[in-house]
């Protein structure tokens, strides 16, 4: 099954700083997602990568895809309090038959940001 | 419109009961999933629904039962659950199945098994 392995597993941070999350898989990325948590609730949808070399921003977040590598980066400018939560990076598993098509998910990092 | 609506939002049921949860979508989504994620984990898989039709069953335990009346509903029914049954279950809709499609998740329904 896909491996996803995040890092750092938490982060503190001060308000106003930049930030990096990683995201790595032991298997060919096939699509790669992050989403951000807020701790007892549902996931909220960032964005999806699917090409090597991927870049996509979202206001402050700039999310890139390195498919050399099966990595997936996550970066914060100018974090706010507002950024605090649990972000996941997610992957399509595929390897034909009945495991084609599941999206499973990173341990996740914990982000908090102190004003 | 992203929303995917779970009902309800918080559930405790006793061993012997039987239960539903529910999930409903109006984005014209074609797939639609079950998630359960326990505690500072990150969500598991249950269930993944095609075009209506049950596509991936992660080996789940019979005591819990998914029906998709139709594109825009998902049901969860529960019954004889164990405590450690207990978790965050997340329901999400994606337009198209997987892979390359990106899911919009519901706010989740807290059961308890007590």
């Known amino acids: 099954s896909q491996e996803l392995e995040q890092s750092p597993q938490s982060l503190i941070v001060q308000e106003g700083k930049n930030l990096t999350i990683n995201c790595t898989s032991s298997k060919t990325l096939y699509g790669l997602y992050w989403y951000k948590q807020k701790y007892g609730e549902g996931l909220i949808f960032l964005m999806m990568l699917q090409k090597g070399g991927e870049e996509k921003s979202h206001e402050k977040i700039t999310a890139k895809l390195d498919e050399k590598k099966q990595q997936s980066s996550l970066h914060i400018t100018a974090s706010q309090p507002s950024h605090a939560g649990i972000y996941l990076c997610g992957a399509d598993v595929y390897a034909g038959g009945t495991s084609y098509g599941k999206l499973t998910f990173g341990q996740g990092t914990i982000l908090t940001v102190h004003p | 419109d992203t929303e995917v609506t779970q009902t309800p939002k918080h559930l405790v049921m006793g061993m012997t009961n039987k239960k539903s949860l529910k999930c409903e979508q109006h984005m014209g989504h074609r797939a639609m999933y079950w998630y359960k994620q326990k505690a500072k984990k990150p969500p598991e898989l249950m269930f993944v629904?095609?075009?209506?039709?049950?596509?991936i069953n992660e080996s789940v335990p019979s005591r819990f039962s998914p029906e998709c009346p139709n594109s825009s509903l998902l049901n969860l029914h529960l019954h004889a659950l164990q405590p450690e049954d207990s978790a965050l279950y997340l329901c999400?809709?994606?337009?198209?199945?997987?892979?390359?499609?990106?899911?919009?998740f519901g706010q989740g329904t807290r059961l308890t098994v007590v």
């Open positions: 999400a809709s994606s337009q198209d199945p997987p892979p390359g499609a990106e899911a919009f």
């Open positions: 629904y095609s075009y209506e039709k049950l596509s």
